[in-house]
């Protein structure tokens, strides 16, 4: 069932072993596993009152989360929409899935090629290593499955869903930075956006290995389903603090899109996922993205960062990772004009 990480990675494992602090290639600071000072809670909102509430009511739920959003970068909500039952069926699907043996997924025809992912290819030292194994699922695969029903309809409520709570989430904070809340719905289309389920499994060494290594989203916003074992980390205040669990609750985080479009306003905040050396771990992850020629231009009149298009920062992203073993991101698209 698991990916055969002990034996790909054993090498690397013998390496770091033998490494000494200056012979390990260079990280971000972030990159390196340090305690965690405490377990907290994220904002949380009650987004019925979107729809529900009154005038009162529905500015509060939207100052509520662009607050949030300028402040933590991650905020959790409540009353979203999704119901208990679908989010559980949405848990047992994914378990079943990743319960298949390892050459069976590996070679799996229930979604695109390529859509089976597991550990870091580009890897060089245990720190760049994710120990974690994922089904990165486009939303036009989701409707055109026709392998396993169950999960098929299982994974289309549970996107259907997440797309509109994206939606409504992404109106509400353009409209907070005096921008136009029109432009998800033209631009974010369903060939666009992706779902992406991950299943962590028990690590050997979980005080060096990562679940999934620091980094930030590349999209505008996403919606994250996890069950209550624990292991998401953010950065807040420049320290490492860890989310605690919220079974009635979806993890909503802002991502480097959003940071640009907003001039710098919404917070696209670095997280991780750690280990668990006897638990296993699941979560499912709706990204909210635009088509690859789409323009993400900053706003306000001294704009943080340069125009550039969604493909643009894709590749620059996976060209990092191949170079360096890691994402650079936004840093990479800073204004020098300002």
Not at 77 to 90: R, T, W
Not at 213 to 231: A, C, E, K, R
Not at 298 to 326: H, I, M, T, W
């Amino acid at each position: 069932m698991d990916p055969p990480f002990n034996e790909t990675y054993k090498t690397l494992l013998y390496k770091q072993i033998k490494n000494t602090e200056n012979s390990v290639p260079q990280t971000p600071f972030s990159f390196h596993v340090t305690a965690v000072v405490e377990e907290v809670e994220l904002p949380l909102i009650d987004v019925s009152r979107l729809i529900n509430g009154a005038e009162k009511e529905r500015e509060k739920c939207k100052q509520d989360i662009a607050s949030a959003s300028r402040e933590w970068g991650f905020f959790q909500v409540i009353n979203h929409g999704i119901s208990m039952d679908a989010l559980e069926k949405m848990r047992q699907e994914q378990i079943r899935v990743f319960r298949e043996p390892f050459d069976k997924k590996s070679k799996s025809e229930k979604f695109s090629t390529g859509s089976y992912r597991w550990g870091t290819p580009s890897a060089t030292c245990l720190r760049q290593l994710s120990w974690s194994e994922a089904f990165h699922v486009p939303m036009t695969d989701i409707s055109d499955n026709k392998d396993f029903t169950t999960l098929s309809s299982t994974m289309e409520n549970f996107a259907s869903e997440s797309e509109a709570l994206a939606y409504s989430l992404a109106e509400v904070l353009a409209e907070k930075s005096g921008r136009k809340s029109s432009f998800f719905k033209k631009t974010c289309v369903r060939n666009t956006c992706y779902l992406r389920m991950n299943r962590y499994p028990p690590c050997p060494k979980p005080s060096e290995v990562y679940g999934l290594m620091p980094h930030t989203d590349s999209d505008f916003l996403t919606i994250l389903y996890q069950d209550q074992v624990g292991g998401l980390q953010l950065i807040k205040d420049n320290r490492w603090i860890a989310v605690k669990p919220n079974p009635r609750a979806l993890i909503i985080n802002i991502g480097d899109l959003f940071q640009a479009w907003s001039n710098g306003m919404y917070k696209s905040v670095e997280h991780r996922v750690m280990t668990n050396p006897t638990v296993e771990r699941f979560s499912t992850a709706y990204f909210l993205c635009p088509s690859y020629d789409a323009v993400i231009e900053c706003s306000g009149d001294c704009p943080a960062y340069r125009n550039f298009s969604f493909g643009e920062f894709r590749q620059q992203v996976q060209e990092d990772v191949k170079k360096l073993g890691y994402k650079v991101g936004l840093p990479r698209f800073i204004n020098d004009i300002y």
